[in-house]
């Protein structure tokens, strides 16, 4: 390995499963990695993106082009480690600049063994996603660098995301509970199917107790708690294949307990109704994306990471097994469901992410309407 | 919800002159803002009194007045047009005030015209700075962060006192409330800087108010630019990190898009208090800006202010996103939402989301110190640079390399070579922020200053720092590398070293460099500005180079035409040269051709990416222009490359251009020598029989000396190669002539210093004019207002002409068109006469567009750019007068007799100056020029036109009241007649001793004053310098004796800058305004707008 005063000039190369590739230098660990190629448009919040257990098996390309200016530190992570199976920057820093920074991004990811690859051309490589799609890609560096065909083989070879079950994967195995802040109001069992940090911290804000429960957890876990409400969190993989969690969805909408879902949660909440899910042809990863709550006609910019979505119909009411249902958020930019409401009973769900980390706040009044919803019940 | 049904008419108000703090941005978003309207079948009414503007061209608005800026003017506007609505945040602070200003006088209920954009409530709780100080408060307790700087509201200079003594000493900052630019701020460090400072913003405020504040000096500063609509959809357009910390205007700023060193915890907590405050401030249907400072140490994030308006910075931001802050300010104020509105650039998502960036934007200021020698250079709150390039790249070093070459600056840009100096004495310097701060910082790095020395001297932020560090990195292994490998020069493009500095660092030739670079294969891509990080496909195509390695240039069919812009905005080269641009691009484009903008300047209109069909944010270096035209010329077939209407910056690179195989259209690069070259043109004019003022060039003093003495004093001297009359001087005398040869560094044997005889008491012309190879198009002929010997450009002048004869133009067209011809110019020339006893001199000729081309456009209802840009591809003369682009017969040397008369007026931007002691510059015109922009005054005579021109530039002429008149022995005679109208028209005269007594002896009743050498007298009383101080004078008349002036001049002249008392240089410019009292006193002036002059000269030109 060669080290200058820029660096390290250790080679790497980035092979897309069609074959295009990128030459550059290895960033993090050196060795090999792969998973599908997703990018991500957020120009801040890296650190939270890294260790979001949504990105499992992803590689991520960040559009913006210098990342790891703020360093590392102990308070940002969304969960206890570094969850992405390989990281695509441009420039990254060579001297972390934040008066929290404890380390520098390099060498968390060479620590917790992410392999990465800077100096490519990100955004023709976004450019290339976006036309052709999220797709398989393997990024070597060092000694992992062969030539082009027996590298692409090796990518061809790596797991599809399609029909990737992998929530169990990620999330917690024994349950856990987040006190309250302040006088308790509420119960809330939350299933982790990949759940972020920031999800029951903004909970607890509003004197929730959370009760986090593995994404194992049976109808009968979840009640064994006692909710006033439950929750459904985000994570990865195909919801298709999430036939567990959407039965224990079910078991709380016959109850009628108050619930919310949230990404991953959402597409449970969409399966449990009936609706399909599909996968998006390149995602919605960003911190940008306009929401509009059709409800009130507002927009609201919002934190976006997923690349599957719910099937249901935007303009009628629907009617589902729990009664009425209807399409609550829509995105702007293309029409997406990004969000699901129950109009007999205290139910909802958002494809994004009101407890933002990272991203803007704008959605954080959701959390508001699910205590409203629990309020509403017990009085 | 869509747009209101209740508005039919709205009536906008520009931003006026250029002037420091306000310029070219406004007429960018001011343009866009109009068009959108008219879209929206509105009727557009505008006031701008700029006449080098795009919005003030007749076909923006559907009534355009170039008028004055004042309540008076706006008021009679509104009474002849009754609009519903006014919207006035896109005029700068000189709309808002005018705004609120008749809101406030009752005019607005009167005419029921109703405020759009921005309530009047909103303004006040954004700008007064008390109630927005209760707006953070507020804020703090809703979302817990957000606060202002401790600080106390004064009145008076014993509130100030006190006031430093609550905050707990010094050094405070003072912000006087309601200036723009931050005018008259500071920091004062003692009571002697704090009297001072806080004693002019007392004066400067309207409302008499100062705000003192606890110093946030280093501390890290940001904006934001947020948009808000009637639903309350809020959203952030851009957020902006300044390189240089708190203490510097961010106009002075180097300022980089988006923030570099936030993470996003401390990103969102800056968009909720943002959005917070928009919100209680109540912008409900527009934009705003708010400034931050961030405690480097601990995240204590300060909230500085907020503008309710489009500013500066959301010209910035518009450039730097893609994301058209005024055009969509325009929409919400007529009642779209964002949802509603579609984002340009995608064409199908809408504008109700935050742009992302896959780039990074660098700005930086452009400053003009050395025009004003005398002036303090250190950067302070109160803002000093007089034009910006921005560029952007696909990292910041690219980023930063391309702003500093885009500055056109010798020694802007980094330079490895030579000695670094003495790395503790650069580190001292380097505390200082001034103009060149980080070039100070680099040599201090090559002289091994740490990362922790260039923090502790600067407070830059570490990661720019370390950023600084990375070029200076790879320079040294550029100077240490065997051979220039494909990897290190590739490299080195990739952190945005030029072709020049490598070419520097390695001995070789810059030609040799690209050469090399070619051969190995490395040249740029071009990205493209998008709003959304490549999320989504774009459709507009506004581009930025990058070292990296896919280009997004589409192929096209059509021929294109490439356009070269002016680059940032300076002194002598402005908004003038971007206004030719835009109007050859919008020619060019309707006859059928592909039109290609290059320009880095983010103020103006020219890098709007809705102006041409495609838009280069790149450098205006020959490297740069060479790549572009490479990457065009593989998109399709390139008709040419424009030249001649970007000023002097493109003008230069005409040769290397064409040396290059360029296509260079329109007046060749030889002809541009034979103009330029004084040997080649001197031929030029022999040939043609033209006479020139006696000159010759020498490179000692003995050589000057003797020229001087052959053609007699006074003498006009400069250095040989000069823009904007760079180091000019008229000399009097032999003594000043050896201490100017000894002062000037410019003068060396291969740089000779030319000395010309100064005509003095002469006539100065300008004339516009098109010469295709066989006809001449007079454009229009400009007499000067002052005499020959002050800068064109700072000198008011008349079109038509108000005392030449038919005859004096028949010699002038004669003389034109024999220049025009024997130079060889194929589009625009502008040549300056001086008549002089009768004799009409030849001073010289610019073969290409002049500052005066928007005037004389506009002055004579002709599309003067327009028709050079199309001359330039071949139309002639006949075919655009054919076509209509130009009269069917006569041209601006025929101008009927009851054609409107025009005045241009400068305006100088003195009060922006303050020597080392804190005192005013010297406000004496002279050949160097120094305005920063100019006004328009039209009307049917010249009086009532001159009048407006003053009362659009400084205010209104008073028309009664108390003048001062002290005059120069040699304007002695020239002031009788005028000193007599003003008593006449009822005026006290004060004058001194010197000037009463000639004024006596001419039957002139005058009260002598004392002179400030002569101090307060024995019954206290007061000086001139007092008296105008203490307001009691209404006009000055104040005429130096050659340059520097005398004491009591220079005391005099400052004070009248510091109380905004209308002063007058010349006897000339006092004849003039006599004739303005005498208009203003005779009542009813009117307001016309250009489409009425315009009937009216047309239907006079065909009777």
Redesign the interface.
């Given at each position: 390995m060669t080290t200058s005063?820029?660096g390290t000039r250790v080679p790497a190369v980035l092979v897309l499963e069609d074959g295009r590739s990128?030459r550059g230098r290895a960033y993090g660990a050196v060795g090999e990695t792969f998973g599908e190629a997703v990018?991500s448009?957020?120009?801040?919040?890296y650190?939270?993106t890294l260790t979001d257990p949504s990105y499992h098996r992803q590689v991520v390309v960040m559009?913006?082009?210098?990342v790891g200016?703020?360093g590392v530190?102990d308070?940002?992570p969304e969960s206890r480690k570094i969850w992405v199976s390989g990281y695509v920057v441009?420039?990254p820093?060579?001297?972390?600049?934040?008066?929290?920074a404890t380390r520098t991004l390099d060498e968390e990811l060479a620590a917790q063994g992410v392999v990465g690859i800077s100096g490519?051309?990100?955004?023709?490589l976004?450019?290339h996603l976006?036309e052709r799609g999220a797709m398989r890609v393997g990024i070597f560096s060092g000694d992992a660098i062969a030539d082009e065909t027996t590298l692409l083989a090796k990518v061809k070879a790596a797991p599809q995301m399609k029909g990737a079950d992998l929530a169990a994967e990620v999330a917690t195995t024994e349950p856990y509970v987040v006190p309250a802040i302040g006088e308790k109001k509420f119960t809330v069992a939350a299933v982790d199917l990949g759940i972020k940090g920031m999800t029951p911290r903004r909970m607890a804000e509003r004197g929730i107790e959370v009760h986090v429960l593995p994404a194992t957890a049976t109808a009968d876990d979840v009640f064994a708690v006692n909710p006033d409400g439950v929750f459904f969190s985000n994570g990865p993989g195909d919801p298709a294949t999430a036939d567990g969690p959407v039965a224990v969805m079910r078991a709380v909408l016959e109850r009628r307990t108050p619930l919310f879902g949230i990404c991953f949660g959402n597409q449970i909440l969409g399966r449990a109704l009936g609706f399909g899910t599909y996968k998006l042809k390149y995602g919605h990863r960003?911190?940008?994306?306009?929401v509009?709550d059709r409800t009130t006609?507002?927009?609201e910019?919002t934190a976006h990471n997923h690349g599957f979505a719910v099937d249901a119909p935007l303009d009628t009411v629907s009617d589902t097994p729990y009664g009425r249902a209807e399409v609550s958020h829509v995105c702007?930019?293309?029409n997406v469901v990004e969000g699901l409401q129950l109009l007999d009973q205290p139910a909802f769900s958002v494809q994004y992410h009101p407890e933002?980390?990272?991203?803007?706040?704008d959605a954080a009044y959701l959390f508001d309407r699910f205590v409203s919803l629990m309020e509403a019940e017990r009085a | 919800m869509p747009k209101r049904t209740d508005i039919q008419s709205v009536l906008v108000i520009g931003s006026g002159p250029i002037v420091i703090g306000q310029a070219a941005e406004f007429d960018y978003s001011g343009t866009q803002a109009c068009r959108v309207l008219k879209s929206e079948g509105l009727r557009v009414i505008l006031v701008n009194s700029n006449p080098a503007t795009i919005m003030t061209d007749p076909e923006i608005a559907d009534a355009t007045y170039v008028e004055p800026i004042t309540p008076e003017f706006v008021e009679k506007i509104i009474a002849k047009e009754r609009p519903d609505a006014l919207l006035p945040t896109l005029g700068g602070q000189t709309a808002l005030n005018t705004a609120i200003s008749m809101h406030e006088q009752g005019v607005l209920d009167k005419y029921g015209v109703e405020l759009i954009g921005a309530n009047v409530e909103a303004i006040h709780k954004g700008e007064d700075r008390d109630k927005f100080k209760l707006v953070v408060e507020e804020v703090r307790k809703k979302i817990g962060h957000g606060e202002s700087a401790r600080s106390v509201i004064c009145h008076s200079m014993d509130d100030v006192l006190k006031g430093v003594e609550t905050l707990g000493g010094y050094p405070v900052v003072v912000r006087p409330s309601f200036t723009m630019g931050g005018a008259g701020s500071g920091f004062a460090h003692n009571e002697e800087e704090l009297r001072r400072i806080a004693g002019q913003g007392l004066t400067l405020s309207p409302t008499t108010e100062v705000l003192l504040e606890e110093s946030i000096l280093g501390w890290k500063e940001y904006e934001l630019e947020l948009m808000r609509d009637k639903?309350?959809?809020v959203?952030?357009v851009c957020s902006i990190e300044n390189f240089d910390p708190m203490g510097v205007h961010t106009g002075d700023s180097i300022t980089v898009a988006?923030?570099?060193?936030?993470?996003?915890?401390e990103?969102?907590i800056l968009?909720?208090v943002g959005i917070a405050i928009i919100r209680e401030v109540g912008v409900d249907t527009g934009g705003c800006n708010i400034q931050f400072a961030v405690n480097?140490?601990?995240?204590r994030v300060i909230v500085i202010e907020m503008n309710p308006r489009v500013s500066r910075s959301s010209a910035l931001a518009s450039k730097a996103t893609g994301f058209p802050i005024a055009k969509i300010a325009a929409r919400l104020a007529v009642g779209y939402?964002?949802?509603e509105i579609p984002n340009d650039i995608t064409e199908?998502?809408?504008a109700?989301?935050?742009?992302?960036?896959?780039?990074?934007v660098v700005k930086a200021p452009r400053f003009a110190f050395e025009k004003f020698p005398s002036a303090d250079s250190t950067l302070t709150t109160t803002m000093k640079s007089v034009g910006e390039a921005m560029a952007i790249g696909?990292?910041?070093t690219e980023a930063l390399q391309k702003a500093l070459r885009s500055l056109e600056k010798k020694g802007s840009q980094f330079t490895f070579t030579g000695p670094a100096g003495d790395k503790d004495a650069l580190l001292r310097e380097a505390v200082r922020p001034t103009d060149g701060r980080i070039n100070t910082v680099m040599q201090a790095i090559r002289a091994g200053a740490t990362?922790e020395e260039v923090f502790d001297a600067t407070k830059i932020?570490?990661?720019f720092v370390?950023q600084l560090f990375?070029i200076k990195?790879?320079a040294d292994e550029l100077a240490a590398a065997d051979r220039l490998d494909v990897d290190l020069l590739a490299?080195a493009k990739r952190h945005g070293f030029s072709d020049t500095q490598i070419a520097e660092i390695r001995g070789l030739r810059e030609d040799v460099v690209r050469e090399v670079r070619h051969a190995l294969g490395i040249r740029p891509v071009y990205?493209t500005v998008d709003t959304?990080?490549?999320?989504?496909?774009a459709k507009t195509p506004y581009f930025y180079s990058s070292y990296?390695?896919?280009s997004e240039v589409a192929p096209r069919e059509k021929p294109a035409v490439i356009i070269l812009g002016s680059g940032p905005n300076r002194i002598g080269q402005g908004i003038e040269f971007d206004y030719s641009c835009v109007h050859a691009s919008f020619a060019l484009s309707e006859a059928g051709y592909e039109t290609v903008m290059v320009n880095c300047n983010p103020e103006t209109v020219s890098t709007d990416y809705d102006t041409s069909d495609r838009l280069y944010f790149e450098p205006l270096t020959l490297e740069d222009v060479l790549g572009i035209v490479h990457a065009e010329q593989q998109a399709g077939p390139l008709a040419g490359v424009v030249v001649q209407l970007g000023g002097q910056t493109p003008l230069g690179l005409a040769q290397a251009l064409k040396d290059n195989g360029v296509p260079v259209v329109g007046t060749s690069p030889e002809a541009i020598h034979a103009a330029e070259d004084r040997g080649a043109f001197g031929q030029v004019l022999a040939e043609a029989g033209l006479p020139a003022p006696k000159h010759g060039t020498a490179t000692t003093f003995a050589g000057a000396k003797a020229i001087a003495d052959e053609i007699g004093y006074p003498v006009l001297v400069r250095p040989s190669y000069v823009l904007g009359g760079r180091g000019m001087e008229i000399v009097y005398d032999e003594a000043r002539l050896e201490a100017y040869i000894a002062e000037s560094t410019e003068i060396s044997p291969t740089r000779p210093v030319l000395v010309d005889r100064f005509l003095d008491d002469a006539i100065e012309i300008d004339v516009d004019a098109l010469y295709d190879g066989r006809e001449l198009y007079l454009g229009g002929v400009m007499e000067h207002i002052e005499e020959a010997g002050i800068h064109s450009g700072d000198s008011a002048c008349a079109l038509p002409p108000i005392t030449l004869g038919g005859f004096d133009i028949k010699r002038l067209r004669a003389s034109t068109e024999a220049i025009a011809r024997g130079v060889g110019v194929r589009g625009l020339i502008n040549i300056q006469f001086a008549m002089a006893g009768d004799i009409l001199y030849v001073l010289e000729a610019n073969p290409r567009a002049s500052r005066t081309v928007p005037f004389t456009s506009k002055a004579t209802a002709v599309p003067l750019a327009k028709a050079a840009a199309r001359i330039s591809l071949g139309a002639t003369i006949a075919e655009l007068r054919e076509e209509g682009l130009l009269p069917r017969s006569g041209d601006g040397g025929t101008l009927p007799l009851d054609a409107p008369i025009s005045v241009k007026e400068a305006v100088m931007p003195w009060s922006r100056f303050r020597d080392v002691h804190g005192r005013g510059v010297d406000t004496v015109l002279g050949p160097e020029m120094r305005s920063t922009g100019e006004v328009m005054g039209i009307d049917a005579v010249f009086g009532t036109a001159y009048a407006k021109s003053q009362a659009g530039a400084y205010g209104p002429l008073p028309t009664k009241g108390r003048a001062f008149i002290s005059v120069a022995n040699r304007d002695k005679r020239s002031m009788i007649f005028p000193a007599r109208e003003l008593v006449a028209h009822g005026f006290e005269l004060l004058a001194t001793s010197g000037t009463a007594e000639v004024l006596k002896r001419n039957g002139i009743n005058a009260t002598v004053v004392r002179k400030q050498s002569e101090g307060t007298g024995p019954n206290g009383e007061k000086t001139i310098v007092q008296l105008i101080h203490d307001g009691e004078v209404d006009l000055i008349v104040n005429t130096p004796y050659g340059t520097g002036g005398r004491l009591d001049g220079y005391e005099i002249r400052t004070a009248a800058v510091a109380r905004s008392v209308p002063c007058l240089t010349t006897v000339q410019a006092l004849a003039a305004a006599v004739q303005g009292i005498d208009a203003l006193n005779h009542g009813g002036v009117g307001v016309r707008s250009l489409q009425e002059h315009a009937e009216h000269l047309i239907a006079a030109r065909e009777d």
């Open positions: 005063t820029r990128f990018f448009t957020g120009m801040t919040g650190q939270e559009t913006a082009p210098h200016n703020t530190n308070e940002d441009r420039d820093a060579r001297v972390p600049s934040n008066w929290r490519i051309d990100t955004r023709a976004t450019r976006r960003g911190i940008n994306q306009p509009q006609g507002k927009v910019v702007l930019n293309d933002a980390a990272a991203g803007p706040h | 639903h309350d959809n959203v952030v988006p923030a570099m060193t936030l993470t996003d915890r990103y969102q968009r909720d480097p140490e601990d995240g939402t964002l949802d199908k998502t809408p109700s989301f935050e742009p992302t960036l896959d780039y990074v696909r990292n910041f990362p932020d570490p990661w370390d990375l990195e790879i490299e990205k959304c990080a490549a999320e989504f496909a990296d390695e896919e």
